[in-house]
């Protein structure tokens, strides 16, 4: 078995393979998560609230709280089984095979025919090209084993930020934590590059919002940003991060006006910087110092 490993056709097509599963799993994490984050905010704000009535009416509420929250049913990634969202038709083993049950349904629920979203099968696709591509370029190594957490990670946090506008800390700090462990035995950058590069990811991006808070009154990008950058200076050290922020910023910036002219986006309408920092991210974990030379000629 570790001899089929060593060969790099073989494990890039094991790789592929498996990214097509987790890409499935992928998809309900990037359905989900953003549903389990709400639901564990009402109940703070609804304290919150509760805080701010008269006793009566906050007794009140929180009975009502209490007794809505008991009737609700359990929601994780585990649990319901997924089901079609137009009928409630529960998806069955061999309706939930990768790319092949789409192409079988030829796109449509079994139970009452109504389309699914191409995005399924797309993000299937992308994880399994990705996972294939992260096993040629790394081999059968640990250093395999954690780019393939990181770009499954990068991936649903494209877009859960696509979808929401928010990058989950429930990924974002855990990644973050992870490539620095990682970086203890130097898998990716020694720990020194790695320490500094999750500090100032973190900072360089956090500088930039409150400047130009302090300067338009506006917050122009989220929390979740710096805490997404700064998992990538964890992976990759602080020698990608300006690479990362100018591509990123780059390709933001060409997207952004490409909306506004073409799409009709409003200029106020917020767009997602999340997306364009992980796919920055995902290229410099290939071609970090190859993207740093050609961009700065250093």
């Known amino acids: 078995?570790?001899?089929?490993?060593?060969?790099?056709?073989?494990?890039?097509?094991?790789a592929a393979v498996l990214g097509l599963t987790v890409g499935s799993f992928l998809n309900v994490v990037i359905h989900r998560l953003p549903r389990m984050m709400e639901k564990g905010w009402l109940p703070d704000a609804v304290g919150l609230l509760a805080e701010k009535l008269p006793e009566a009416l906050s007794k009140s509420l929180q009975d009502w709280w209490q007794t809505e929250s008991a009737k609700e049913p359990r929601?994780?990634?585990?649990?319901?089984?997924?089901?079609?969202?137009?009928?409630?038709?529960?998806?069955g083993a061999l309706e939930n095979i990768p790319v092949i049950s789409y192409l079988v349904l030829r796109g449509r629920c079994r139970g009452c025919k109504a389309p699914i979203s191409k995005r399924y099968p797309l993000v299937e696709l992308l994880t399994g090209a990705l996972s294939a591509?992260?096993?040629?370029?790394?081999?059968?190594?640990?250093?395999?084993?954690?780019?393939?957490?990181?770009v499954w990670s990068m991936i649903v946090l494209t877009f859960i930020d696509l979808d929401t506008m928010l990058l989950p800390d429930d990924i974002t700090l855990p990644l973050m934590w992870l490539g620095l462990l990682l970086n203890l035995s130097a898998t990716f950058v020694p720990l020194k590059e790695a320490l500094i590069g999750a500090v100032a990811g973190y900072l360089i991006l956090w500088s930039v919002f409150w400047a130009f808070k302090l300067t338009t009154g506006k917050e122009g990008m989220g929390y979740g940003d710096f805490k997404l950058l700064a998992a990538i200076g964890a992976w990759l050290g602080w020698q990608v991060l300006?690479?990362?922020?100018?591509l990123s910023s780059l390709v933001g910036a060409v997207v952004g006006i490409s909306m506004i002219v073409f799409a009709k986006h409003g200029r106020e309408m917020p767009i997602p910087f999340g997306p364009y920092l992980a796919a920055a991210g995902v290229i410099s974990l290939f071609s970090g110092d190859t993207l740093t030379r050609l961009i700065f000629g250093a």
């Open 133 to 150: 591509l992260v096993a040629w370029h790394f081999g059968y190594s640990l250093a395999c084993a954690g780019a393939l957490l990181y």
């Open 242 to 246: 300006p690479a990362v922020i100018l």
């Open 75 to 91: 929601y994780n990634l585990a649990v319901p089984r997924s089901a079609c969202p137009h009928c409630g038709h529960k998806i």
């Open 1 to 14: 078995m570790l001899d089929f490993l060593q060969d790099p056709i073989a494990l890039a097509l094991l």
